[in-house]
């Protein structure tokens, strides 16, 4: 999964916990306070952190969603932006159960 962060793309390789009574991969992502580009299988998502600063962004300096995505991309890599994402997280969800 690509993660969307203020200091750049990261690629997010995740495993959750699908036992009885596991949670919707999107309901797991919003209590890590991320946001799905989709809701059926995600592979992209947007931390708050990020979508706040584009909300301010847009608001004040009237930045364009093309510029600020392009702005993210050059701050994860200014030399090829275009062969992205760079880093890699490992990340566990575990379940709580209903």
């Keep these: ?48 952190r990020v979508m706040k600063q584009f909300q301010m962004l847009s608001h004040v300096a009237r930045t364009t969603p093309w510029d600020f995505c392009t702005t993210i991309q050059r701050l994860t890599d200014n030399i090829e932006p275009d062969l992205l994402p760079v880093s890699v997280i490992y990340i566990y969800i575990y379940c709580e159960g209903i």
């Design 1 to 48: 999964m690509t993660v969307m962060d203020t200091n750049g793309l990261h690629n997010v390789k995740m495993s959750w916990c699908q036992c009885l009574g596991f949670q919707h991969l999107t309901d797991v992502l919003y209590r890590q306070q991320w946001i799905p580009a989709t809701l059926i299988h995600p592979g992209t998502a947007f931390t708050f």
